[in-house]
């Protein structure tokens, strides 16, 4: 615990008058996370300043700033890292404490205060007291907002009409086999929306809310529109199923209004604008509505159920109903097919959309009180209750009635009466005739009314039918703008973020309620929706699908993060359920099931192409982390080959906005094929520079991605350049993940930077040969560093590199670090690699052989695009009198490096003697750092360039001489062959530690390289190969 300074004051009681505020913002209460409680009191014995406020309510007596447990703390957390509400920072904590006027507050509090002390008084007063709060939204618990809506979903006109039918078919004993295997797939989604419900707060948005938290925005974004969609494509389904009835019953008393076709129109517009009147008049009118549908379900299944056991009439034995009977029993329990739909799976694709609809709880997620207990009960009550009604009606219906009736109260017969054939002839009634020629327009076969031919009052039936059809259609216009709400307020789409507005105190999207009521009117008026409603019912399995997905999914990923309060649910189960839906939806509708793919499939690329900026802590997020990971490990295991050379760099971009062109060359060889990090040296005080290494590295990791380049940052705080990339050499990677070359731009300035800063650079050179490490130096005719031109527009306070060219380190103004967002957000700087190079040369001069580096850089910029059309010429040195053989042999060598370079120039005057002015150029370059010893003994050159180490002694001079005029012939060539090119890459001299200055080897490499407008790849190997002509 922080303990706070007591300094001497006067004693104080803590009562509470005091509250500490946060620029966090309110709790949702509307109080701050600090305010305490009424009466709340602590004594001290020796108080401070601040145990006078309420900081000693959040403690348990003791005097600190660190505080107990409590719920604000994780209420509203977004991420790792991100700033909880109320609880001190681990800067308040850990950083040193400053008295100001008489309080003690954290230094770093005081630079960005994160908590003022203010009076709870003048809190209050400003809360206005006097104005009432806002009245409470109406929330729902499991049995009002789960159970009754689920099952009055589940409920449809299947119940009344196709399940008598249905066993009549398949018989009893198949007929609960189609059940409970439905019932099993539903039940194995309720049980994957409970435990995904129960893993963390649930908001509204339902299915969708649920699938894209899980799984991600890709698959959830996708799954939202379309279940949005189908929802509301559902609210015209059940309406005009509603329409239908009535229209019967009108025909049947001659009161048709127009016609068959336009009645269900007509009586289909007046039904849902009705229902979009009940739904605008807000939830708790629509929930009443719902209970008056549940009340008149009940009594329609309760009026059957008597009617079963009362003596069936004369009338009712001629339509086949002879109350309980064993045989008939018996009869009914095997199956009996009929028609082109008779088939086990004909029967079931018909019978499986009625145990759908276990989403309209969790579509209305936002409504209840408490979702993570209302979901998991109320659904798998629902799903339970009506599994038990569903096999009582089978079984009732198919113990009393027979398959086949006349209806005629003429064919009662005595019992026992000869040529009567079949069951009904043992209760006295003579079906024979019509059974045969299969014209009984009656019994279970035939007459889709059963049930209210059995019941005890008909008409209660058919209140039933009216109370399954409006509650099913209610639910889906209440779901469908729920869902589509939220959709809409992640913005993962275009042109719909207009229907996410809220209204009134549950938010109600009475836009969304507008364009469901247009969809469901729309598809009213087509009045023929059995193209469509396929599509639906494939809509419905396809969230099953991805709802069982995400639940295996999250599972198998075994993130931390994945902590459901329900324990009752198998990840096997789950995956089991998943792909029995996407076999259902085949089963039911080929085509409808492609067109369902096909659109997830459209939306899912959509997402996937657009990015969206969100963060939900998904399932794919862990599964990406597990995958990543898993790879990593298995990678240590294998043994290196030269095959599986890539070349892996370590980028001293310093910050990579600064040395762009340097990003984007070696982004560009990278990309889709090897590891590029870029590093970054933070020189100064580590105190100092730590803050602005947290701060900066996201807005780092931002401005790469932006400009798509695939890498990773990472930065280091040192007290001087060499250390820091001695760190980063040695700490990079990750496994068998780590580089292999360092890439570094030239160091421009070094004739006039501080001769310290030139013994770093080379000895950084040096660093890296020793830790074998391939080594790429860029050299631009214009230069690499473009901070100068940022200073503006990112940091106006910006303090330039001491040695900007040095293309590493970084130095800037204490506490002037740059807004990451900032940083992203800049605008890109152009440069060379990021234009096409039409049909120019890449020339390489493999001078010497360092292993294949050389040439595999080029190699893999030529692969590209861009780089595509450049023609790749190869140099090398040789001898004028063996030109033709030592040409052959290096394309022999080319050759089986199957690289496709075809044009060699041999170079036979590489060792000619150069020009004059040339050679006076570079004696005039090294003779500020010469030592003029005048050829002394080398302990007294020693004892001379004791604190210069940099100094060239003239013997060193003299003994390099051949290779100095070397560099000056090489650039000489450079600049008669390669003037033109798109790039140059060259094999650079190797500086032999302790043998040659720093200064001299700089003087090597700016001979070399000067001069030339194309970009120029200094590049050497580990002397290792990296290219191979065996194939194992």
């Given at each position: 615990m922080a303990e706070l300074p007591i300094p001497d004051l006067p004693p104080a009681r803590c009562s509470g008058r005091f509250t500490i505020s946060t620029f966090l913002g309110m709790e949702e209460g509307g109080r701050g996370p600090y305010t305490p409680t009424e009466g709340s009191s602590c004594d001290s014995v020796q108080p401070t300043q601040l145990s006078s406020s309420t900081l000693c309510t959040r403690t348990f007596g003791y005097n600190t700033v660190d505080v107990v447990p409590a719920y604000e703390h994780y209420a509203n957390s977004k991420g790792v890292g991100d700033p909880r509400k109320g609880r001190p920072s681990l800067a308040d904590l850990h950083s040193i404490l400053k008295v100001t006027g008489g309080l003690a507050v954290p230094i770093a509090s005081l630079a960005s205060p994160a908590m003022l002390l203010v009076p709870a008084g003048l809190e209050e007063a400003e809360g206005e007291p006097g104005r009432d709060s806002e009245p409470e939204p109406v929330r729902f618990g499991w049995v009002k907002g789960v159970m009754i809506r689920c099952m009055l979903n589940i409920w449809g006109v299947i119940l009344y009409l196709r399940l008598p039918w249905i066993t009549a078919q398949a018989g009893i004993a198949l007929t609960w086999l189609i059940i409970l295997m439905s019932v099993t797939v539903t039940t194995i989604t309720g049980l994957s929306i409970s435990a995904i419900s129960t893993n963390g707060k649930v908001k509204s948005g339902g299915t969708y809310f649920l699938i894209s938290r899980s799984l991600g925005p890709e698959l959830g974004g996708s799954i939202g529109l379309i279940f949005a969609f189908a929802n509301a494509v559902a609210v015209a389904m059940h309406t005009v199923g509603f329409a239908e009835t009535v229209r019967d019953l009108l025909q049947e008393h001659n009161s048709l209004i127009v016609d068959p076709t336009n009645d269900i129109r007509i009586i289909g517009v007046i039904t849902v604008t009705v229902l979009l009147g009940i739904s605008l008049a807000g939830m708790e009118w629509e929930a009443k509505a719902q209970i008056l549908f549940f009340l008149v379900i009940l009594v329609s299944f309760i009026n059957y159920l008597v009617g079963t056991v009362i003596p069936a009439t004369a009338e009712k034995q001629a339509k086949g109903f002879f109350s309980y009977r064993a045989d008939i029993f018996a009869q009914n329990f095997v199956p009996n097919w009929r028609g082109p739909e008779g088939s086990f799976f004909g029967l079931f694709s018909i019978f499986f959309p009625s145990a759908t609809g276990i989403l309209a709880g969790a579509n209305i997620s936002g409504d209840l009180k408490d979702p993570a207990v209302a979901i998991p009960k109320g659904t798998l009550m629902a799903i339970f209750w009506t599994t038990m009604s569903y096999l009582v009606l089978s079984a009732?219906?198919?113990?009393?009635?027979?398959?086949?009736?006349?209806?005629?109260?003429?064919?009662?017969?005595?019992?026992?009466?000869?040529?009567?054939?079949?069951?009904?002839?043992?209760f006295g009634w003579n079906f024979t005739a019509c059974a045969q020629q299969q014209s009984c327009r009656y019994g279970l076969s035939n007459y889709y009314q059963s049930m209210s031919m059995v019941s005890g009052f008909g008409p209660l039936i058919t209140a039933g039918i009216f109370g399954a059809t409006l509650s099913s259609a209610l639910a889906c216009l209440v779901s469908a703008p729920k869902v589509f709400q939220c959709l809409c307020k992640d913005q993962l789409y275009p042109l719909i973020g207009f229907f996410g507005k809220g209204y009134g105190r549950n938010s109600e999207p009475i836009r969304g309620y507008m364009l469901t009521y247009v969809i469901a009117v729309g598809f009213i008026l087509i009045a023929e929706l059995n193209a469509i409603a396929p599509i639906i019912s494939n809509f419905f399995l396809c969230s099953y699908a991805l709802i069982n997905f995400s639940c295996f999914h999250a599972s198998i990923t075994n993130s931390p993060g994945w902590r459901p309060s329900f324990r009752y649910y198998s990840k096997w189960a789950a995956l089991f359920g998943a792909a029995v839906s996407v076999v259902i939806m085949f089963l039911l509708t080929w085509w409808a099931a492609l067109i369902a793919f096909g659109i997830v499939i459209f939306l899912l690329g959509y997402v996937l192409y657009k990015k969206p900026d969100v963060n939900w802590g998904s399932s794919m997020q862990a599964s990406s982390y597990n995958m990543a990971l898993n790879y990593s490990v298995g990678l240590s295991e294998v043994d290196e080959h030269i095959k599986n050379y890539r070349p892996q760099c370590l980028v001293l971009t310093g910050p990579p906005n600064f040395r762009p062109a340097l990003v984007d060359f070696v982004g560009t060889f990278t990309k889709n094929l090897s590891l590029m990090l870029c590093g970054n040296v933070l020189i100064g005080p580590w105190k100092q520079k730590m803050p602005e290494s947290r701060l900066m590295a996201d807005g780092h990791t931002k401005w790469l991605m932006k400009r798509k380049i695939k890498a990773f940052y990472t930065d280091v705080v040192a007290e001087d350049l060499r250390s820091g990339v001695q760190m980063l050499i040695q700490a990079a990677g990750l496994g068998k993940m780590r580089p292999n070359i360092l890439v570094l731009g030239y160091k421009r300035n070094w004739r006039t930077a501080s001769p310290q800063s030139l013994e770093d650079y080379v000895g950084i050179l040096h660093d890296a040969f020793d830790f074998k490490y391939g080594v790429c130096l860029m050299r631009m005719k214009e230069g690499l560093n473009v901070s100068r031109v940022l200073q503006a527009h990112v940091n106006p306070t910006f303090e330039a590199?001491?040695?900007?060219?040095?293309?590493?380190?970084?130095?800037?103004?204490?506490?002037?670090?740059?807004?990451?967002?900032?940083?992203?957000?800049?605008?890109?700087?152009?440069?060379?690699f990021q234009s096409k190079q039409g049909k120019k040369t890449i020339d390489i001069y493999w001078l010497f052989d360092d292993g294949g580096l050389t040439l595999l850089i080029p190699y893999l910029l030529g692969r590209k695009k861009r780089w595509g059309k450049c023609k790749i010429r190869v140099f090398v040195g040789g001898q004028i009198n063996r030109m033709d053989e030592e040409r052959k042999a290096i394309v022999s060598l080319l050759s089986k490096f199957r690289l496709g370079f075809h044009e060699v120039h041999i170079l036979p005057d590489i060792n000619q003697k150069p020009r004059p002015e040339h050679i006076k150029r570079f004696d005039e370059l090294i003779a500020p750092f010469r030592l003029n010893d005048g050829f002394k003994d080398e302990a007294t050159v020693n004892e001379m360039r004791q604190g210069c180490p940099w100094k060239i002694s003239d013997e060193e001079v003299d003994k390099n001489r051949a290779k100095s005029l070397r560099q000056v012939r090489l650039n000489e060539i450079l600049r008669d062959y390669s003037r033109d090119a798109a790039l140059i890459a060259i094999t650079p001299p190797i500086g032999r530690k302790g043998r040659c200055p720093s200064s001299l080897y700089m003087a090597w490499l700016e001979t070399l390289s000067q001069d030339l407008r194309p970009p120029i790849i200094l590049t050497r190997g580990n002397q290792e190969n990296v290219l191979t002509f065996y194939c194992q």
């Open positions: 009732t219906i198919g113990a009393c009635v027979v398959r086949d009736a006349s209806g005629s109260l003429n064919d009662s017969v005595a019992v026992g009466s000869p040529g009567c054939e079949g069951l009904a002839c043992s590199a001491e040695h900007p060219e040095n293309g590493t380190g970084s130095r800037a103004a204490p506490g002037t670090a740059v807004d990451p967002t900032t940083l992203a957000s800049e605008q890109q700087a152009s440069t060379i």
